[in-house]
């Protein structure tokens, strides 16, 4: 199943609208669930919040939220799915495309590699899903080249930020500790989802610098909208 749309003022793709394969553009991916799908709002002001750090004004973005879900009840009704959503700013339009949820290897192993964006660390734009280009595909592939299902990335200081498709938290007694914010991407389940997971478990999360060999001290978690929050291991 994959299923294509473009939404915005204009109907169907506008001629503006640039190959979205190798640029730099807002885009988030989100769960559909049971034909619900999940922080839909919050997913299309992150990309509205993408749009504003390149400069750009997309006010027509949050009302095109009825005319998603409408389609999504005809396309995936009843149905999981993923819905990857990337925001076309000067070209106003937004490209959707619906696909099969993925499921999670396990176990979920990880190669540590170093961060490509280290040299940007400080800049405040990569935070934005998308615009640092599309820099995740090639980490991804070197760790599934060394048989692992994904990379987890550390800076040159040696603590951990992210991986190429998730953010990470570990786990050490009562404690779920998340690297600082800064250099690595925003992530939606992070600050929806997390609270009450951990509090659900009796975990309090903690905002603080992780180095690498610590993960051999805790229980390792990725998270993202597609596969939630997941348990993974250092190959």
Known sequence: MKTDRWFGPEQGRPVGAVSSIQTALP??????????PRHLRAHLLRLQDG???????????????PEIETWLGAESPGTDAALRLILHPEAACLQARLEPLPGIPQPYRLQALPHPLQARRQDATIVHKGLAGPWSQTVLSAAREAGAEDALLFWNDG?????????????????????????????????LDLPEWARSRGLRIEVDNLPLGAVQEGRLWCLNALRGIWPAVLT
């Open 159 to 191: 603590t951990l930020a992210e991986t190429a498709i998730a953010s990470v938290a570990l786990e050490r007694e009562h404690l779920l500790v998340v690297p600082p914010p800064q250099g690595r991407v925003g992530s939606l389940t992070e600050r």
């Open 51 to 65: 749009a504003a750090a390149m400069g750009v004004e997309v006010t027509w973005l949050a009302g095109i939220q």
């Open 27 to 36: 885009r988030t991916a989100l769960a559909i669930q049971s034909g619900k």
